[in-house]
């Protein structure tokens, strides 16, 4: 039996890089815009972030 496994962050990391894009904004444009870092930001596109708001990355 083979199951599919979603990763859900890859998938709001892609919906953000997209809306983001989409809005000819680059990284720091949404991340000064959302007051998180950039490097934060860039690891939530990748995937490898959870987008739920660590306070450590808030500036």
Same mark, same amino acid.
């Given at each position: 039996m083979?199951? +599919?496994v979603?990763?859900y =962050? =890859?998938?709001?990391g892609? @919906? /953000? @890089?997209?809306?983001? #894009?989409?809005? #000819?904004?680059?990284q &720091?444009d949404? !991340? &000064?815009?959302?007051? /998180?870092? @950039?490097?934060?930001?860039? @690891? /939530?596109e !990748?995937g490898y972030? $959870?987008?739920?708001? $660590?306070?450590t +990355?808030? #500036?």
């Amino acid at each position: 039996m083979t199951t +599919d496994v979603i990763d859900y =962050k =890859k998938l709001v990391g892609q @919906r /953000i @890089r997209a809306l983001r #894009h989409s809005a #000819h904004l680059s990284q &720091e444009d949404l !991340s &000064e815009r959302c007051g /998180i870092y @950039r490097t934060y930001l860039s @690891r /939530i596109e !990748s995937g490898y972030a $959870n987008p739920t708001g $660590n306070p450590t +990355d808030f #500036h």
